[in-house]
């Protein structure tokens, strides 16, 4: 079956401007998280969606939201960018319940200039 | 809080010789601990999980509590092992799916 699948792959944005990044999670998964990657900080949780309700959130500013859609897909949303945005940004989709595994997609380049 | 520490950033080995990648928690009850691999190019990938006390393509890993520790260990690298390798964590029992992970280890194996 299809993985995670993110849209788009690799974006460039000016500072100050917002984006909207896709997941599309594998069929029947209804968690969704979302990571930021960084040479710096690493991975970091950014958010956690399960039946369209953010159930964990990790240490970002509120210019950073999401939400998830009655299919499971999710969006996140950056607003107001800043040169520290530019990250790789991965989705990752699991079932519920402890013990599963959770999947990760392939990611969104994102390049703020 | 929850941390995930992994000593080096990058271990390099020549082909044959025995992989100890370091992985050292902080957590105050009972995790669920993961290595997962990114080879060049390619997705973020479970490579194995401690509940499952399995050998994934000749990796393992024991999880210790006393010492707080996860270290993956293979006896013989190979050079496709070459990779970045990340312990994460995650609070078992933990309302949701959210992992907490190390900085981070490459493996190099060198022919």
């Known amino acids: 079956k299809a993985g995670v699948t993110q849209t788009p792959r690799y974006l460039i944005k000016t500072r100050g401007q917002q984006v909207t990044l896709s997941c599309s999670p594998i069929?029947?998964?209804?968690?969704v998280s979302w990571y930021q990657q960084t040479p710096g900080q690493g991975l970091q949780f950014l958010f956690e969606?399960?039946?369209?309700?953010?159930?964990n959130k990790g240490n970002f500013p509120g210019r950073f939201s999401g939400r998830q859609f009655s299919n499971s897909r999710s969006e996140m949303n950056v607003s107001t960018l800043e040169l520290g945005d530019s990250a790789l940004y991965l989705c990752?989709?699991?079932?519920?319940?402890?013990?599963?595994?959770?999947?990760f997609g392939e990611g969104s380049w994102l390049t703020v200039v | 809080a929850q941390r995930v520490t992994q000593p080096e950033k990058l271990l390099s080995v020549f082909k044959g010789a025995p992989v100890e990648l370091k992985c050292n928690y902080s957590?105050?009850?009972?995790?669920?601990l993961f290595w997962y691999v990114q080879y060049s190019r390619q997705r973020l990938q479970l490579l194995l999980r401690?509940?499952s006390r399995e050998s994934i393509k000749g990796f393992t890993a024991d999880l210790n509590k006393g010492e707080t520790s996860f270290h993956l260990k293979k006896p013989f690298a190979q050079e496709e092992d070459s990779a970045m390798y990340y312990c994460?964590?995650?609070?078992?029992?933990?309302?949701?799916?959210?992992?907490?992970f190390g900085a981070g280890t490459i493996l190099r194996v060198k022919s």
């Open positions: 069929s029947g998964h209804r968690s």
């Open positions: 401690h509940i």
């Open positions: 957590y105050s009850g009972s995790p669920e």
């Open positions: 990752a989709s699991s079932l519920e319940g402890g013990g599963n595994t959770i999947y």
């Open positions: 994460a964590l995650k609070g078992a029992g933990e309302y949701g799916n959210k992992l907490v």
């Open positions: 969606y399960f039946s369209e309700t953010q159930r």
